[in-house]
């Protein structure tokens, strides 16, 4: 591998690497537009500008291959007036809409010019007037006059989404970049356009006006969208209830993961989180009326240590999902099928949903592998969701708990309306008001999967930490809180009293976890053994 040295630090580095990826490796920053480590290399915004000895001009870094002896300067003052050179090219046309615009505050080319721009341009001429603000799609805003055609978004339809819609048109300072006539920006990637887009020229229908950047806070997490479990960032606001609507979660971003998403995500996952802040249960319910928790689980706990007592476990059903962490589908294991004797399943009728090669998956929960390894799902579970609520309407099941499922999307609500007069306790805890909600004797208000800590693992066998980015609501809490406090309902406590412990009691129990730990899951996740 040739070894070069930039700015006085040597670094071996592959044959055919470039400049900036060596760099790179050495931790040092190289302002770039049109570079991106996920698309071919354009080279066409100059901005990368490096002085290279015994080479009379500048070179740009991101398409100057490496070679043995090399001498880089990225500080010295010719790649800095370069690239302030670069800038006022760029500026030239540039309105000043940083004021209004949704990229301010991380803008690199607002960025750039702080750390090197000319602070006395030059430029009198009137600036060349192009379309601003068109709707290029469902989820995509285009303002030409931002645009610095550094040409991500032509090379992402083209290398990544592979749908082509975009285009660099005219010549010149007329040069412009759009959608090819008839063309419609509506592709299953399209808002990462926005996301690789240096300045304001895309930007987000969704998130359009919402929020100014530098009020946002970031956790990272996992979609929950579908098996991938792509990795993400959510960005959210908890001091700010006077805006939208009272809405925390303001957009989400994806999280580089070489193993599972690289630097992508779809739009399905992306904008379908609106659940989180809409139609929440958010408070215990009994018959209709509001309750509290206190008497709920007292309620709850007392049926259920009668079944323990009578055993006649086999008596009461429970219907999990795959939209709870590992951590909670194994208390559940344990609670119910294993102290109580409880007819347990994850394995509910579903009908697979859209699919492709690249991110998204037919399979629209997070964690079927996680339930499938516990022995909940798949060829091994014991029984299924149709075959207990069957039982429930024979009477052979007195009492069901169903976990997050609105049944009535499996099975028609006469059921459900039938189940409820027929059992003797009928429980439902999720996070969203439906119809299963509305007929159970009880319904708990529980967190979403972002309101709290624990692991799923995606259809690739990576299991992967959700983290907790933000507290539940007032009167909801985590499924593993409440699944603790039953077990000491039941006079069966349980030693664990966090997802991380809990954890570690799994990885103690299930062959497939054994060894693993949060640290070494990391917030890159892990494989999980066959």
Same mark, same amino acid.
């Given at each position: ?12 580095? $592959?044959?055919?690497? @470039? ?20 698309? !071919?290399?354009?080279? +066409? ?9 015994? *080479? ?14 090399? &001498? /880089?300067?990225?500080?010295?003052? $010719?790649?800095?007036?370069g ?16 004021? /209004? ?14 750390? %090197? ?5 030059? #430029? ?8 601003k ?6 989820h ?7 645009c ?12 990544? !989404?592979?749908?082509?819609? %975009? ?23 399209? $808002? ?14 969704d998130?359009? %006006? ?20 792509? *990795? ?11 805006? +939208? ?15 599972? *998403? ?35 689980? $007292? ?18 059903? /429970? ?6 962490? +590992?951590e ?15 007819? &347990?399943t ?18 629209? +929960?997070?964690n !079927? ?8 799902s ?8 149709? !075959?207990?609520?069957?039982e ?9 708990? &169903?976990?997050?499922?609105?049944? @009535? ?25 439906? =119809? ?9 208000? @529980? ?10 693992? *995606? ?10 980015? #933000? ?8 499924d ?32 497939? #976890? ?13 494989? /999980?053994? =066959?």
């Amino acid at each position: 591998m040739p070894t070069l040295t930039i700015d006085g630090r040597q670094i071996e580095s $592959a044959e055919g690497s @470039t400049v900036i990826q060596a760099a790179e490796k050495l931790g040092i920053f190289i302002p770039r537009y049109c570079y991106h480590p996920g698309l !071919s290399i354009a080279g +066409n915004c100059r901005i990368c500008l490096v002085e290279v000895e015994k *080479n009379p001009k500048l070179q740009i870094a991101c398409n100057t291959p490496v070679t043995a002896g090399m &001498v /880089v300067h990225t500080k010295s003052a $010719a790649a800095e007036d370069g690239r302030r050179a670069v800038l006022e090219f760029l500026l030239a046309n540039h309105p000043l809409d940083c004021p /209004v615009c949704d990229q301010s505050g991380e803008c690199d080319l607002q960025n750039f010019y702080m750390n %090197f721009g000319l602070y006395d341009p030059r #430029f009198r001429e009137q600036k060349v007037k192009k379309k601003k603000a068109v709707a290029i799609g469902p989820h995509v805003m285009l303002d030409q006059e931002r645009c610095i055609l550094c040409s991500r978004c032509v090379r992402f339809t083209d290398e990544i !989404s592979k749908t082509g819609e %975009f285009g660099i048109f005219d010549r010149g300072d007329r040069a412009q970049v759009g959608l090819y006539p008839g063309e419609r920006l509506d592709n299953p990637y399209s $808002a990462n356009v926005v996301d690789i887009c240096p300045v304001g020229a895309l930007t987000e229908q969704d998130f359009r %006006f919402k929020a100014r950047v530098w009020y946002l806070s970031s956790a990272p997490t996992v979609c929950n969208g579908c098996a991938q479990g792509c *990795n993400v960032d959510i960005h959210y606001v908890l001091d700010r209830p006077h805006l +939208n609507d009272g809405a925390r979660l303001l957009r989400v971003k994806p999280r580089y993961n070489a193993d599972v *998403n690289q630097w992508w995500m779809c739009d399905e996952g992306r904008y379908g989180v609106g659940w989180i802040d809409k139609g929440r249960l958010t408070k215990v319910r009994h018959q209709g009326a509001d309750s509290t928790w206190e008497g709920g689980l $007292a309620a709850i706990g007392a049926a259920l240590e009668r079944v323990r007592q009578n055993k006649t476990g086999s008596r009461l059903g /429970v219907i999990a999902s795959t939209q709870l962490t +590992n951590e909670e589908l194994f208390l559940i294991r344990e609670i119910f099928q294993e102290t109580l004797g409880a007819r &347990v399943t994850a394995s509910v009728p579903t009908r697979p949903g859209y699919s492709d090669d690249f991110l998204i998956k037919a399979d629209k +929960n997070p964690n !079927s592998l996680g339930a499938a390894l516990l022995g909940l799902s798949g060829p091994g579970a014991p029984t299924t969701a149709a !075959s207990i609520v069957d039982e429930a309407l024979e009477g052979r099941i007195e009492a069901l708990w &169903v976990f997050g499922h609105d049944l @009535t999307t499996f099975f028609d609500e006469k059921k459900i309306q039938e189940l409820s007069r027929k059992l003797a306790l009928f429980v439902f805890s999720g996070t969203n008001e439906n =119809p299963t909600a509305s007929w159970s004797h009880w319904a708990l208000p @529980t967190a979403a999967y972002l309101e709290k800590d624990g692991t799923f693992v *995606n259809c690739h066998g990576r299991i992967q930490r959700v983290g907790r980015a #933000f507290p539940p609501l007032p009167d909801s809490r985590e499924d593993w809180h409440v699944l603790l406090d039953i077990a000491r309902h039941l006079n069966h406590p349980l030693a664990w009293r966090s997802p991380q412990e809990i954890f570690l009691g799994l990885a103690k129990t299930v062959a497939p #976890f054994a060894g693993l730990s949060y640290e070494k899951i990391g917030f890159q996740g892990a494989a /999980v053994a =066959p």
